[in-house]
């Protein structure tokens, strides 16, 4: 129920050409069952030669009825496709609604390729809920009771017979196409999915599979994702098949039933022919119910699945959001626990990625955030700017509560560089921009002579009109990574918070930038997460971080003087130089 409620949640807005759609179905299967009945009657009437006057009633209502047939399909196809594409939208608008107030971490997962293809396709499908299930149940439901009434009213007992038809043809093949069906298709929708994935790999990681030599394994392996694409395809086309045929039979056998029966009760050969062609349009309207049932079986995990991203609570808005002061800010957090669903904490199944973190960094102040890979540094930035929420603990901004604050005003606050940041297809300069839209040039320049982005802009054909493609595809990845930064320190936020800024660049390079960051005078508080120790004689402190706590703190050279965990990680990042 819960599944069909997201769809529902998206039509309702629509019911009125919902209903309009439904009756224009209903009334056309109406116009069928009238044709046929008033075509038998007129047919076995004429044989009977009774003289035109009393056949030309008939001969009106089969006109308009073929008339009446026709033009209300049509009605019904274009109302159920309109309401279906409306509330398709709708229903596309409530998820990208639900996505914004989704968790920071759910949003990561989702820009995974196969996730994100899935909910896609997932939105897709429940549109199939209201053209190829609700829709055609609607009408056949009605078709079939109408023409048990037509039956009744020409044979009586013709109508238990018929009705029995029905309810083979429209419950027990439906509930067949239903059971023997799904199964094939649950087959297919994870032969799909493998398939989705192997793919991705496949294309998005060529290069690599070609350098490993494992180009082969990997296109052999999407092939045989594709041999069972291909199987379970074949297996629910078989069952579609077998119940297609089954139903014609039910239908003919039906009808002949009808027929015998009639003659066996004693009716006139008007009434049989009525009762057996009605009995023969009447179960051909239920026949798509086996159809509706085994795609209904294929929307409904689908359907599911976008109810339970809907479900997403919307995130608590204060009533009266208290106002952040000017200028740079303190960040404070207090005991803050952060769990991934899903991570691998480090090889520890499910441990915490900050385990009841206390760190206070006052206003103004330059930190360099150390620690080994996976001591959740990146988490730490990622809570100090909102992305993520904290199962446990507060987070403070300038002494306030973030929960007791406008959240964009939060995302204003506090921003910078984080590890996935993206390069938009534009020009540089646009790329530059999109952080501060009215920057003039000398704080375009700055901002890129901080981040050595300058010598990068110097040496592009096009200088700061260079267009480059989506990701950065044009640059070099130390290239991205200035224009990046230089983007970061253009937006000059209360609170700078960088990741890695200085990734992907030359040692001294890195090291220089990464000096300049944390020794330049102005500018905001700024979190610096990195692993260049070498460059952080400047910073105001450095905390190291371990497990997801705080491990040690201080300045540069207090902490290299005495034994700790600072002083291993030098020690190892000399090691390794
Ligand atoms: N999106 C995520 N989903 C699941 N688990 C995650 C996610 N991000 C981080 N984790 C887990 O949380 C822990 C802390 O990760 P985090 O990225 O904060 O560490 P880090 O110190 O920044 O590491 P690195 O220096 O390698 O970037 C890790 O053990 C990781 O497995």
């Known amino acids: 129920m819960n599944a069909v409620g997201g769809m529902w949640g998206a039509v309702r807005p629509h019911g009125v050409r919902l209903v309009a759609a439904g009756l224009a179905g209903v009334a056309a299967e109406l116009c069928g069952l ?31 009825f073929a008339v009446g047939k026709g033009s209300l399909r049509y009605v019904e196809r274009l109302a159920g496709h309109d309401v279906a594409l409306r509330a398709l939208a709708e229903l596309r608008g409530r998820v990208f609604d639900a996505l914004g107030r989704a968790p920071g971490e759910r949003r990561e997962r989702l820009r995974e390729g196969e996730a994100l293809t899935g909910l896609v396709a997932d939105v897709d499908a429940v549109q199939d809920l209201l053209l190829r299930c609700v829709l055609p149940a609607v009408a056949a439901v009605v078709c079939g009771l109408a023409g048990v009434v037509v039956c009744a009213a020409a044979v009586p007992v013709a109508a238990v017979v018929l009705a029995a038809g029905l309810v083979v043809a429209g419950v027990v093949l439906a509930v067949a196409a239903a059971v023997l069906g799904g199964r094939s298709a649950a087959r297919a929708a994870e032969a799909r999915r493998v398939l989705a994935v192997r793919a991705l790999d496949v294309l998005e990681g060529g290069q690599d599979l070609e350098v490993f030599g494992a180009r082969e394994r990997f296109a052999g392996a999407a092939e045989d994702a594709a041999r069972r694409l291909e199987r379970a395809e074949r297996s629910a086309a078989r069952v579609s098949a077998l119940v297609a045929g089954a139903g014609f039979a039910v239908q003919g056998l039906t009808a002949a039933a009808v027929a015998w029966v009639s003659m066996r009760a004693g009716a006139d050969e008007v009434a049989v022919a009525v009762a057996a062609l009605t009995a023969l349009v009447a179960v051909e309207a239920v026949l798509p119910l086996a159809a509706a049932a085994q795609r209904l079986r294929e929307v409904l995990p689908a359907s599911r699945r976008v109810a339970e991203l809907l479900r997403t609570p919307p995130q608590p808005v204060p009533a009266r959001p208290r106002v952040l002061p000017p200028g740079p800010l303190s960040v404070e957090l207090l005991g803050v626990h952060v769990s991934y669903d899903g991570g691998v904490g480090c090889g520890r199944a499910g441990a915490a990625a900050l ?3 206390d760190l206070l960094v006052e206003r103004g102040r330059r930190v360099a955030v150390v620690g080994a890979s996976g001591a959740g540094k990146s988490t730490l930035l990622a809570v100090a700017c909102g992305e993520v ?51 003039s040039g000398e704080q375009m320049e700055a901002a890129a002579r901080r981040a050595r982005f300058t010598e990068v802009v110097e040496r592009l054909p096009e200088g700061w009109d260079t267009v480059v493609g989506a990701g950065g595809h044009g640059l070099s990845g130390g290239q991205r990574q200035r224009l990046l930064l230089a983007r970061a320190l253009l937006a000059d936020p209360p609170v700078l918070v960088l990741d890695e800024p200085a990734e992907g660049l030359d040692p001294v390079t890195a090291d220089a930038v990464v000096g300049d960051l944390l020794s330049g005078a102005g500018g905001g508080t700024l979190l610096l997460v990195t692993h260049r120790l070498a460059a952080l004689g400047g910073a105001d402190e450095v905390v190291v971080m371990d497990g997801g706590r705080v491990v040690q703190r201080g300045g540069h050279g207090d902490l290299l003087a005495r034994p700790g965990p600072y002083r291993d990680l030098w020690e190892a990042e000399l090691l390794a130089a």
């Open 389 to 439: 929420t904290p199962g446990a603990g507060s987070v403070l901004l300038g002494g306030l509560e973030v929960s007791a604050c406008d959240r964009d005003a939060v995302r204003a606050a506090v921003r910078g560089l984080s590890q996935d940041a993206h390069v938009f297809a534009g020009t540089v300069r646009a790329n530059l921009l999109l952080a501060r839209p009215g920057a």
């Open 355 to 357: 385990d009841g973190l």
């Open 34 to 64: 009238g044709l046929i009945a008033a075509a038998a009657w007129l047919i076995a009437r004429a044989a009977q030669q009774p003289g035109m006057a009393a056949l030309g009633l008939a001969v009106v209502a089969v006109r308009a």
